[in-house]
């Protein structure tokens, strides 16, 4: 299985985050994808960076999937991080290769197919999502044949979906955000995503927590610096956290249906 990984981070953010112990977020997609299809071959650009590198619509082609990982841009930014990738995901969506988004993947695919994004009314959701429940179209996914009705998954966003494209159809949702998981066809191609990071773990979302904690203080979604120290160590120790994010292969589940659902279809 030839697999394209898109990072949705810049250089700068990558070694800034890297200093502090946090892997790119492609590497990230890379050891998921081994994790799930072991055989996997997989490469990575980077459209943040630039355009000199991307695949063409017929080198696209040649994948058998597409999977475009979180970012800390916002899609409402008009700077050239922002718009580069707005520029390939219409590239990827001519080619009709399948495509699948975590989060900012969720965010510039739906901006590229009509639909909009902005900042959240309840703010950040951070760390361990609220209950997120199957609507109906969710239950009758392919993407979700194993998940329950309810769980939870490793989350971090400001933004969200605010607009749906053309047919798409909501397959999730919580009390923070409306849309926690969507697919709709656009162009030639098919897209599934979420708005949460099922190819996180609890050791990297402890980094993390860590890295921004006077921005998680700033954002009221703590009370102090103790308590977000407190939440990255309960993350670390891996402490009362819910079977479905313990459990790697289970907190995976609906990238593993998609992999599945390509493969057959």
């Not at 995901?89 to 900012?104: D, K, R, V």
């Amino acid at each position: 299985m030839r697999l394209l990984i898109v990072e949705g981070n810049n250089e700068g953010t990558r070694v800034q985050r890297g200093a502090f112990g946090i892997k790119p977020y492609h590497l990230l997609f890379k050891e998921m994808l081994h994790f799930l299809v072991p055989n996997a071959d997989t490469e990575s650009v980077f459209p943040a960076d630039g355009t000199k590198d991307l695949p063409s619509i017929s080198q696209l082609k040649e994948f058998d999937g597409i999977l475009w990982t979180g970012s800390s841009l916002s899609v409402t930014d008009t700077i050239p991080a922002v718009t580069r990738q707005l520029d390939f995901a219409e590239t990827i969506f001519q080619s009709g290769t399948p495509l699948y988004g975590s989060c900012w993947g969720l965010q510039v695919a739906t901006v590229a197919a009509g639909g909009e994004v902005g900042r959240s009314s309840n703010g950040l959701e951070f760390g361990i999502s609220r209950p997120i429940e199957l609507t109906q179209n969710g239950v009758e996914s392919p993407f979700f044949d194993i998940r329950p009705l309810n769980y939870t998954a490793l989350c971090i966003h400001y933004d969200e979906v605010l607009k749906l494209p053309q047919n798409a159809v909501v397959l999730a949702s919580n009390a923070h955000s409306p849309i926690q998981a969507v697919a709709f066809d656009y162009k030639k191609s098919s897209f599934f995503g979420v708005q949460y990071h099922p190819e996180f773990n609890s050791e990297q979302m402890a980094l993390i927590t860590s890295l921004l904690e006077d921005k998680l203080l700033r954002s009221d979604s703590f009370a102090s610096i103790g308590e977000v120290r407190a939440f990255a160590k309960k993350l670390s120790d891996q402490n009362h956290l819910p079977p479905e994010v313990l459990d790697y292969s289970e907190h995976t589940n609906e990238i593993r249906a998609w992999l599945n659902h390509i493969t057959e279809n």
